[in-house]
């Protein structure tokens, strides 16, 4: 069973970057698609980003699509989560997923997704 440890959240300003990892303990972890979410205070989880198990295919939620960049090393078992432009709006819990039915599939909805980190507080503020 993979289990998955999110770090690297912190403080930073507008316009800071920021980059967020995703370990991954057990087999199997290059076998399968992963996603970044985040969540708001009182909402549900939203997609950010996820790539296949190859990073060969990626997907990005339009709030982020050219400011943040998903990718994975498998030899390492980590994911990894760039943000770049950072601003007020995407200061969340962020999390990571693993998906043990999909591989080349980037599932965009939570469902998609069967186990999951603890999440790590990202905040952005001047």
């Known amino acids: 069973q993979v289990q998955l440890v999110e770090s690297g959240g912190r403080s930073v300003q507008p316009g800071d970057s920021m980059r967020l990892s995703c370990v991954g303990s057990g087999s199997a972890f290059g076998e399968r698609a992963m996603g970044w979410f985040r969540q708001f205070p009182g909402k549900e989880r939203e997609f950010v980003a996820g790539?296949?198990?190859?990073?060969?295919?990626?997907s990005y939620s339009d709030s982020v699509k050219g400011r943040f960049t998903v990718d994975r090393d498998n030899d390492k078992r980590t994911a990894y989560l760039r943000m770049d432009d950072l601003t007020p709006e995407d200061t969340a819990v962020y999390s990571c997923a693993a998906s043990s039915r999909n591989r080349n599939y980037v599932p965009r909805v939570t469902t998609g997704y069967d186990i999951w980190g603890q999440g790590t507080q990202v905040t952005v503020s001047s």
């Open positions: 790539l296949s198990w190859s990073g060969a295919i990626t």
